[in-house]
């Protein structure tokens, strides 16, 4: 078991597809969840994906309620990405049950799916800053769960 990554209803194919071809490159088995605000194909993720989707491990949920059920019966633990949280990311102790989700690039993820979380993290950045991009953030947070769940001993 490892760390994975969940979309919930992600709005650009680009983000998507680089967030795929990160899972592909790292092992990392990815969740989208839908609606998604793009025709989801291989086609509209080309783009940020080039040709590593063949690679990438991904199951398609076709509602919140889908995924939350199967994350529960799988006993994964959500971890929510948030400009909404004060707990920074990098204080967080990390563990290979855990599922990080990132939000709709327009608008998170609604109150009652942050209140389903396990855990809410933010990146902490310069205060008069909004946000990142939801595939850099995305990194940023992997990154750091695949180091602390020792993750990168597997790979060469």
């Given at each position: 078991m490892t760390v994975e990554?969940?979309?919930?209803?992600?709005?650009?194919?680009?983000?998507t597809g680089t967030l795929l071809r990160l899972g592909a490159c790292l092992g990392v088995h990815v969740h989208i969840v839908h609606p998604t605000g793009f025709a989801f194909s291989a086609r509209t993720l080309k783009r940020g994906?080039?040709?590593?989707?063949?690679?990438?491990?991904?199951?398609?949920?076709?509602?919140?309620?889908?995924?939350?059920?199967?994350?529960r019966a799988a006993g994964r633990r959500l971890v929510l990405l948030t400009t909404k949280s004060s707990s920074s990311a990098y204080a967080a102790a990390y563990t290979a049950r855990d599922v990080l989700m990132l939000g709709r690039e327009s608008a998170g993820v609604p109150d009652e799916v942050a209140a389903d979380a396990d855990l809410r993290i933010r990146i902490p950045m310069r205060q008069q800053m909004r946000s990142l991009n939801v595939a850099v953030a995305g990194?940023?947070?992997?990154?750091?769960?695949?180091?602390?769940?020792?993750?990168?001993?597997?790979?060469t």
């Open positions: 990554l969940a979309l919930y209803q992600p709005d650009i194919a680009q983000n994906a080039l040709d590593y989707l063949e690679h990438a491990s991904y199951t398609e949920h076709d509602s919140y309620a889908h995924f939350d059920a199967w994350r990194s940023l947070v992997l990154g750091e769960a695949l180091r602390q769940t020792n993750a990168f001993s597997e790979l």
